[in-house]
């Protein structure tokens, strides 16, 4: 059993950064792709940035530039950083890994970006 517990959303306003969190209760995060996804209110659910176990990352196009996704294996955590926030970036964010052919999800964190 895996549990992913997010957390760091909150309110921002546009142009500014945040850093979202996710706490691994188990010590994957150094062997297993990780990912963040996000949805937005009314959207599908969506990919925003995934790491492998070596290190090498992906990004939605929309966020390319401006997110870094990043682990820390010593802390056993996986973080987003999130610089020159949009309105569009507003969603709830999910930590999210595939360990043992079953997916696990987070229960989210908010992220509005607003003035």
């Known amino acids: 059993q895996v549990r992913l517990v997010e957390s760091g959303g909150g309110l921002v306003q546009p142009g500014g950064s945040l850093r979202i969190s996710c706490a691994v209760s188990?010590?994957?995060?150094?062997?297993?792709?990780m990912a963040w996804y996000r949805q937005a209110p009314g959207k599908e659910r969506e990919l925003v940035a995934r790491?492998?176990?070596?290190?090498?990352?992906n990004y939605a196009d929309s966020v390319r530039g401006r997110f870094t996704i990043s682990r820390d294996n010593a802390e056993n955590t996986v973080n987003l950083q999130m610089n020159s926030l949009k309105s569009e970036d507003t969603a709830v964010y999910y930590c999210?890994?595939?360990?043992?052919?079953?997916?696990?999800w987070g229960k989210g964190t908010l992220v509005t970006v607003s003035s």
């Open positions: 188990t010590r994957i995060t150094s062997s297993y792709v």
């Open positions: 999210y890994t595939r360990f043992y052919g079953m997916d696990y």
């Open positions: 790491i492998n176990s070596v290190d090498n990352t």
